[in-house]
């Protein structure tokens, strides 16, 4: 059995909708990258007409799904990997279209093979799920995995955390904290979380407890719900430990956690 006191999981999907997607850092992050990208675009031709991609995500943004997807519908039938991305992610929401979890897949797929790292993260959430198809836990990590090497955090989370669980691939800690790791430099509060657990508990390491108590301040920093592992770690650390996890959490923040001394 899993010792899994402390250690949060989750479910990420990459959806335009709160109820499946938790709306993550880096699909906003995304988001924000598309729509300065478009307004370039728009400032570099002044008069000129918007492309139909462009024309489809304005329709989605004032909530005319059916005009989107009748755009996506059509560059996905030349093998646009994003609209074919965008027709998937419709399907699964039912925006525009009845949800059809089949078609979703359908979609989905033919958008990950060509290396969409949104439609790899998402099939592999459907098929950890059984959401539309028979779960599958090696066909999940196969998809996380090819999305988490693309540097998707989410993804990372997910293959961390089929490791840690034995889910399509034998338990597997060291594995496990690898794949935490690459996510919390990413700034994923519960993939931070997690690695504090592994270092309070020694999961596949030496137990640190200065290091465990870096990460679960850094967890803290963005998620309240982690907040309560150090507490009550910081009462057992010596000063010397807790001078030591003070000066590894001043290096590890700036800049962008990639001083962590991992």
């Keep these: ?4 006191q402390g250690v949060r999981m989750r479910t990420a999907f990459r959806s335009a909708t709160p109820d499946i997607d938790m709306t993550k850092r880096l699909q ?4 924000i990258t598309f729509v300065y990208l478009i307004a370039l675009v728009f400032l570099a031709r002044p008069g000129l007409a918007a492309t139909p991609m462009e024309e489809a995500y304005a329709a989605s943004q004032r909530g005319d799904f059916q005009t989107a997807v009748s755009i996506w519908r059509t560059l996905a039938q030349t093998s646009d990997a994003m609209a074919q991305y ?3 992610r419709a399907y699964s929401n039912g925006e525009g279209v009845p949800q ?12 990950a093979e060509t290396g969409n790292v949104m439609a790899q993260s998402n099939l592999g ?22 999305a988490a090497l693309w540097g ?3 993804a990372q989370f997910q293959v961390a955390q089929m490791h840690w669980l034995g889910q399509g691939t034998p338990k597997n800690y060291v ?8 996510s919390a430099k990413q700034s994923d509060a519960q993939a931070q979380n997690n690695l504090g657990v592994i270092y309070r508990d020694g999961y596949g390491v030496k137990s640190n407890l200065a ?52």
């Design 175 to 182: 594995e496990a904290r690898k794949w935490f790791l690459l």
């Design 100 to 111: 059809d979890y089949n078609e979703a897949i359908r979609w989905y797929t033919l958008a």
């Design 125 to 146: 959430v459907l098929y950890k799920n059984g959401t539309g198809v028979p779960q599958d836990y090696r066909e999940a990590l196969k998809w996380f995995r090819l």
């Design 86 to 88: 965008n027709l998937g």
């Design 211 to 262: 290091r465990a108590y870096m990460w679960f301040s850094l967890s803290a920093d963005k998620d309240s719900n982690a907040a309560k592992n150090y507490p009550a770690l910081k009462q057992r650390l010596s000063p010397s430990q807790l001078a030591e996890a003070n000066i590894m959490l001043l290096k590890c923040r700036h800049p962008d956690y990639q001083d962590c001394g991992e």
């Design 152 to 154: 998707n955090p989410d």
């Design 1 to 4: 059995q899993v010792h899994c």
């Design 28 to 31: 906003r992050r995304m988001l």
